[in-house]
């Protein structure tokens, strides 16, 4: 999916004007609707529902299951079983040998039924007719019902109350699944979080680095070969953050800006780590932005795929907009120090 912003302001330097902190609270304000208002656009569109719809049917696999696909086939990507292929509109080829992975079948329950008048202990078990009620010395006393369910609805109506113990083993069966490699049919819908190009705001990547010195923040610009490409930078707390140097300055100032909204949302703020990627890159583009760097081709399709849908957006508005005015307060003091 291709997404274009309106048009904005230029990545390069502006030049610094003092304003009163009244004044960057309302921008801030207002930067923060502009991110609710564009992610709220993407979401509410057919190709990104159409790319989360497919995205949910593929497996978040045990670390089990995640090294045999991997002693198997080292270079699998999107892997799925034959129906979720078939469902996704892609049929496994011809020959293709299936991936063997352990899905579990428990764990199971035992369950009873305890009518509190009496203690009385009743069951429910298929029977030749359907389903049937058993009492405690395995006599049947009620059957022929259509399901679990409605023999569940009888014992309810004669005062009964289920309990269900979880039983702590598992077993496993061995199943088959695939790679997209080793399918064809239709494509999977895509959608882009395009990565900036071009050149940085140069005086607001200054003022950022200085900050992280002062606030005691190691930034580290070391080559990481080994690392995935399509991974940016990262944030280790308490202090630590890393910005891959191969990107262009635009995309790494983008990525400074973001792993300090992490620090800022984690170890300032201690804000839950659950919504953290939706947080990190609103603030990030809501700083920028204040100092007329835009970075809303990234920010906004990034946020909408982290967020989701309109009700985790929602949730983090406020904490997005505490973590931004937080570093842009003190990106302020510091110029102001300096006048």
Do not use: C
């Not at 302001?9 to 304003?19: A, K, L, N, R, T």
């Not at 140097?245 to 170890?267: G, I, N, V």
């Amino acid at each position: 999916m291709e997404y274009k912003v309106p048009p904005s302001e230029d990545f390069g330097s502006v030049p610094y004007i003092p304003i009163s902190p009244e004044e960057r609270k309302r921008r801030v304000a207002d930067l923060n609707q502009r991110v609710k208002d564009n992610v709220q656009r993407i979401q509410n569109s057919a190709e990104f529902r159409n790319f989360l719809i497919a995205m949910s049917r593929f497996h978040n696999y045990s670390w089990n299951n995640q090294m045999l696909i991997w002693l198997q086939q080292a270079d699998a990507t999107h892997v799925a079983g034959y129906n979720t292929w078939r469902d996704l509109g892609r049929f496994v080829k011809k020959g293709a040998q299936g991936i063997a992975i352990l899905a579990p079948l428990g764990p199971t329950a035992a369950i009873t039924w305890t009518r509190v008048t009496d203690n009385a202990i009743y069951s429910i078990r298929r029977s030749d007719k359907g389903w049937a009620i058993y009492d405690d010395n395995d006599n049947l006393v009620y059957d022929g019902f259509r399901s679990y369910a409605e023999a569940g609805r009888k014992l309810k109506e004669m005062g009964f109350v289920e309990h269900r113990e979880m039983l702590g083993t598992h077993n496993f069966k061995v199943v088959h699944v695939f790679d997209i490699s080793q399918t064809e049919g239709e494509e999977l819908p895509q959608f882009d979080v395009p990565t900036l190009t071009g050149e940085a705001n140069q005086e607001l990547f200054e003022d950022l680095l200085q900050l992280t010195k002062e606030q005691n923040i190691d930034v580290s610009f070391e080559p990481k070969p080994k690392q995935n490409p399509g991974i940016k930078g990262s944030y280790m707390p308490p202090n630590q953050i890393w910005v891959r140097p191969e990107e262009e300055p635009a995309q790494q100032l983008k990525t400074l800006l973001h792993e300090l909204s992490h620090h800022y949302s984690e170890s300032v703020f201690s804000i839950p780590r659950a919504d953290a990627e939706t947080i990190a890159e609103s603030s990030a583009y809501i700083v920028g932005a204040h100092y007329g760097f835009d970075t809303g081709v990234r920010s906004f399709p990034y946020v909408a795929l982290w967020a989701k849908d309109e009700k985790t957006l929602n949730a983090n508005m406020r904490s997005v907009q505490e973590v931004a005015e937080k570093i842009i307060d003190q990106l302020e003091e510091r110029k102001t120090r300096l006048l």
